[in-house]
């Protein structure tokens, strides 16, 4: 069956250190996001792409980058951590068309504590 | 700028009672509405969605929800909670015209069923 997977499920680091965590998928989705889900502020998105070599910011963009090589994988890099990126990560997908209406498929989360 | 409210961070409800969890949304055209749900370190999963046409939507697991657009609301409904039920509700819109246009999440609402 395809799926959505996520790694780490868990991270830990240390403020400064770079970070990636690595989504994979095997919908052969053209579309994918990355958000960050907060308490009291549901999710919000971080950055999204349609396809190979393409990526777009989201509304909260700020100290994260991704790069889309091949079709299955988004990384998600955060340059230099920080505390207020404390949070739990989710990676998604939708089958293409940039006016799609199509639904996301989420990835199970990486829970990452910044110390 | 769109937005979604949830007005309920909490909603219990009986066993085998009706249940309505509440959405109201904001966006400056015609929307497209979804509803996900999220049990415990879980990824958000796909229930249902209203693109056009029948303003009642059915759903998986026994959920439809209803299209108001006097009203902008979006209600999420089942006639008979279910414990298995019990999970964190968002919804989401997004505006039907364009290329890629954003969604954007509520805050969730989280649903128990009271055995």
């Known amino acids: 069956d395809a799926e959505i997977t996520q790694s780490p499920r868990h991270k830990i680091t240390e403020t400064g250190r770079q970070v990636t965590l690595a989504c994979h998928q095997t919908w052969n989705h053209n579309n994918m996001f990355w958000y960050r889900q907060d308490l009291g502020h549901g999710l919000r998105l971080i950055h999204y792409s349609y396809g190979v070599q393409d990526t777009n910011k989201g509304e909260v963009s700020d100290g994260y980058s991704v790069s889309r090589s091949n079709t299955e994988d988004l990384p998600l890099t955060l340059e230099s951590a920080a505390s207020s990126q404390t949070s739990v990560y989710f990676c998604?997908?939708?089958?293409?068309?940039?006016?799609?209406?199509?639904?996301?498929?989420f990835g199970p989360g990486t829970r990452l504590t910044v110390l | 700028a769109q937005s979604v409210a949830q007005p309920e961070d909490q909603v219990n409800v009986a066993e085998g009672n009706p249940l309505t969890v509440k959405c109201t949304y904001s966006v400056s055209g015609n929307p497209y509405l979804f509803w996900y749900v999220q049990y415990p370190n879980r990824g958000l999963q796909f229930l249902l969605k209203y693109i056009t046409g029948d303003n009642l939507v059915k759903g998986s697991y026994g959920f439809e929800a209803e299209f108001n657009k006097s009203q902008t609301s979006f209600h999420l409904k089942k006639p008979s909670a279910l414990v298995s039920d019990s999970a964190l509700y968002f919804c989401?819109?997004?505006?039907?015209?364009?290329?890629?246009?954003?969604?954007?999440f509520g805050t969730g609402t989280k649903l128990q069923v009271i055995p």
């Open positions: 989401a819109v997004r505006l039907s015209s364009g290329g890629y246009q954003k969604v954007t």
């Open positions: 998604a997908s939708s089958h293409s068309g940039r006016g799609s209406y199509n639904e996301q498929f």
